[in-house]
């Protein structure tokens, strides 16, 4: 990829698994990358310190995006919104309300809200936008145990549909795209093996991936996401990873 004058990159939940892998692999010479996380530590970025899961959170992305975007003269600006979690697994009449609560919004509606306020930050700048919304196998297959994780994963890849559509009309649109990157060797996919069957029914196709030795390596599908910023994708596409490698 062709190193510009200024690139401006936030990726959600940079601290750890598939986003600390997005933030070790950026493509670019020098860019200004931001992790929007809790914990934060991963090298290179700056740190803005977030709970995507608590709604007073999201004006405070809200005006990051627009004071980094207006302090300078960007030649391209990526979101790759990776936050997201899958607690709490199990029945959806058996867990933990307030849990369950929080998976939604940050599943969800924190996906849409941060989507909105990114497009409404760089609308009408002539400069090369990205946003890529990271979606789930999960999304298109209902597994047991996974329904507010599957239904927040569902409600991206429609909103990335429909966005995409209202972008392809812009002069200086954005390029809205949903990825789903499968079975990675992460923390998050550690939560999930670690379930019993009454849980997740589905745990014991991971638990079975992992002896195999079949879950992808973070940093493997890292590389390939950064690739779709270079692709010939139509603005509003829903894919799997398995689709470009």
Known sequence: MTSLRRILVWISGASAGLGAALAATIPFDNPELVDLSRRGGTPGTHHVAVDLADPESWPVVDKDFRQRIEAGDPELVVFIHNAGTLTPLGPADRVDTSQYTRNVLLNSAAAQILGHSFLSAVSGRDCEQHLIMLSSGA??????????????????????????????????????????????????????????????????RFRELEAQGLLAKPESVARAIWSLLDRDLDNGTVLHIRDIT
Request: charge should be negative.
């Open 139 to 204: 999304a298109r297959q209902a597994h047991e145990g996974e329904s507010s994780y599957g239904a927040g994963k569902a409600a991206i890849d429609q909103w990335v549909r429909t966005v995409g559509l209202e972008q392809q009309r812009r002069e200086h649109g954005c390029r809205v795209i949903s990825v789903s990157p499968g079975s990675l060797d992460t923390g998050m996919q550690a939560e999930l093996r670690a379930t019993s069957a009454e849980q997740v029914p589905v745990s014991s």
